[in-house]
């Protein structure tokens, strides 16, 4: 059950302060020996190592900390702002964490058993119950301290060395902080400047993090804390139970949004866009669900490809743009992200790392997420390309599990669109994971393009327009239905083809049998459309169903929509939709069977073309042959 939101006070935060100061002074912890000589040899960085095994062995070890972080800069006995900031995140954190335990041992038994134990040792199941809320409280004190330096530390890098995770202790809270503590003093000492500090400071955090949740199964007792709200006004900090790792201390998002009557063409693009920034703030924090998931048609990813200039980036700042203002009317949080190439990287496994916070960052239930890949045919690889590098396979893995994996869990805060020039290179199976397809063509008739021009040119100019009526063809509503409209036959020839010989065999369709032979009939061309894009194809019908806009003035003010409750939301969205009809059926099953045959048509061309350029260099290599032959050069 939630238990609410939990608030710590401050003095319960500042009584645990001289420990802390203690533990980030000087400690003594014990810890597995490597079998590395703590000595260099001599006119060398390297270190004796012991001919006799070592490993069964514990010793222990000073850590101080402080001086740890003060040897970065050993010229100058003051601390810089970084060295600063990390000694007293430091030990600020340990404060909390150890705060944050007698809040755990409030809740639970600990806390009178603990009394009880100081007074007669305690035996039997209660003993045996004590060290296991100790062990659990301990849990909890290390994962308190590892996500507020991950989340108090601030910086954009990654260090380019790999950090180990610290040899944990869970005896007691402070055996727990003091082992994580040790680890931190390990993973920065010798980090050639204040940035490198920082960086490996964050990283070490990360890393604590998931051997912590690595961990958890070994814990009992720890469903008291599970679904605890910490809250912590000074420093806005917040745990929820273990759901989430918390991810970085987000910043206030920059960019430059686009409004919708910037966009010319891509009609269906911007408006499905549109509608989905709505979708987003409709979810309810509380119940941590949006009842767009529950009615149906709730876009949780979508792919949008087309040539380059169409207008794939301002549909990005549009969407980010809208959901930023509707978030801020409604005061919740909103946190956008791009994962781009310059996240893949040479070391084995850290791309899909990076894959994976940038993830855990959008799909966060406490806040509003909005999650691009652009250019996710460079991103992510096709498993079959051997020429990819492992990088590349990494991110299309975590992409794959995340998106549609046995533990993907969608609840409506969030969505994710892939963004490409040549979708055709993205991975099929990653390809139909994507629940909508967004045709990004750009301007395609007279008017588009009459009233991009002038939407560009600006106004300072005497030019007049001429017998146009400007932006009349941009009307969404009027654009939109056309573009449904063009939908009801397919453009691609392949599919066509298949369209006519059913119409010719089987009429119009009026069933659902008849939709489901023309499946087939596509399925027997098109091997790739399987269940999953018969899946994505309901999804879309579902869609269509909810076609509905919600008025403007549902969020001009939170109180009208945003902030009621989630049966209230629910009821007022649900009198809204309508039921599809066959023609909707029959323009998603085109609009989604186009972009397959599209794709796979780019494809087949693009290797025709490459087998004739080598054809093309096969004849002129022989006719050079044979001149160096007559010339006897050959």
């Not at 056309?482 to 397919?490: E, L, Q, R």
């Not at 061309?605 to 022989?622: F, G, L, P, T, Y």
Request: contains cysteine.
């Amino acid at each position: 059950m939630d238990v609410g939101l939990t608030r710590i006070d401050e003095q319960d935060i500042i009584k645990h302060r001289s420990v802390a100061q203690s533990f980030v002074t000087r400690f003594i912890v014990l810890e597995q020996s490597s079998g590395k000589s703590g000595t260099e040899l001599a006119g060398t960085r390297r270190r004796m190592v012991s001919t006799v095994s070592t490993a069964g062995l514990r010793k222990t070890r000073e850590v101080e900390l402080m001086k740890t972080i003060q040897s970065v800069r050993s010229d100058d006995v003051m601390l810089s702002p970084k060295q600063h900031a990390l000694a007293f995140r430091a030990r600020r954190g340990i404060a909390l964490a150890l705060a944050v335990s007698d809040v755990f041992a409030r809740q639970t038994e600990l806390e009178a058993l603990t009394s009880r134990n100081a007074t007669a040792p305690l035996d039997g199941e209660t003993a045996e119950n004590f060290k296991q809320l100790m062990a659990a409280s301990a849990y909890i004190a290390a994962f308190t301290l590892a996500a507020y330096l991950g989340q108090m530390l601030e910086t954009d890098t990654e260090p380019g060395e790999d950090l180990n995770e610290p040899d944990f202790v869970f005896d007691t809270p402070q055996d727990s902080v003091k082992s994580v503590i040790a680890g931190l003093s390990a993973a920065i000492e010798g980090a050639p400047d204040d940035t490198s500090l920082l960086q490996r400071a964050k990283a070490y955090a990360r890393v604590t993090l998931e051997g912590l949740i690595q961990r958890k199964g070994r814990f009992a007792g720890l469903g008291a804390f599970e679904d605890n709200h910490i809250h912590v006004e000074q420093d806005d900090f917040t745990i929820n139970g273990f759901d989430v790792a918390p991810g970085a201390k987000r910043k206030p998002l920059t960019m430059q949004f686009k409004k919708p009557n910037e966009i010319i063409g891509n009609h269906i693009a911007k408006y499905q866009a549109m509608k989905l920034a709505k979708m987003l703030v409709a979810y309810d924090f509380d119940r941590q669900l949006n009842p767009f998931v529950e009615l149906g048609g709730f876009l949780f990813t979508f792919i949008g490809d087309g040539a380059p200039g169409t207008g794939k980036t301002i549909l990005i700042q549009m969407v980010a743009g809208l959901v930023n203002d509707y978030c801020q009317v409604a005061g919740y949080p909103f946190h956008y992200e791009n994962f781009g190439v310059d996240q893949i990287s040479s070391y084995q496994g850290k791309s899909g790392q990076n894959c994976k916070e940038f993830i855990n960052n959008v799909i966060s239930p406490k806040a509003i997420g909005f999650g691009t890949i652009d250019d996710i045919d460079q991103v992510a690889a096709k498993r079959s390309d051997d020429r990819a590098s492992a990088g590349q396979q990494e991110v299309t893995a975590v992409l794959m599990e995340s998106f549609a994996g046995a533990s993907t869990v969608v609840r409506g805060n969030c969505s994710f669109g892939m963004f490409s020039n040549y979708p055709e290179n993205v991975d099929d199976a990653l390809r139909q994971r994507a629940g909508a397809r967004w045709l990004v063509d750009g301007p395609q008739t007279q008017d588009d393009y009459i009233d991009i021009f002038a939407l560009l040119a600006g106004k300072n100019h005497n030019i007049p327009l001429g017998d146009h009526e400007l932006f009349k063809a941009q009307a969404i509503k009027e654009a939109v239905s056309t573009a449904y409209a063009g939908s009801a036959k397919p453009s691609e020839q392949g599919l066509l083809n298949i369209y006519d010989r059913f119409i010719d065999t089987h009429g119009k369709p009026k069933t659902m049998a008849d939709v489901g032979t023309y499946l087939h009939m596509i399925k027997e061309v098109e091997p790739r459309f399987t269940g999953r894009a018969i899946k994505n194809v309901t999804d879309a019908i579902k869609m269509r169903a909810m076609d509905i806009d919600l008025p403007d003035e549902w969020f001009e003010a939170p109180e009208t929509f945003m902030h009621k409750d989630y049966d209230a939301k629910r009821d007022m969205i649900a009198e809204l939709r309508q039921p599809f009809t066959m023609d909707m059926v029959m323009q998603e099953i085109n609009r989604y069977a186009d972009s397959e045959f599209r794709y796979t048509d780019k494809s087949d061309n693009a290797a025709v073309e490459e087998i004739i350029r080598r054809e093309r260099q096969r004849e002129k290599a022989i006719g050079e042959i044979e001149g160096m032959k007559s010339r006897g050069a050959w």
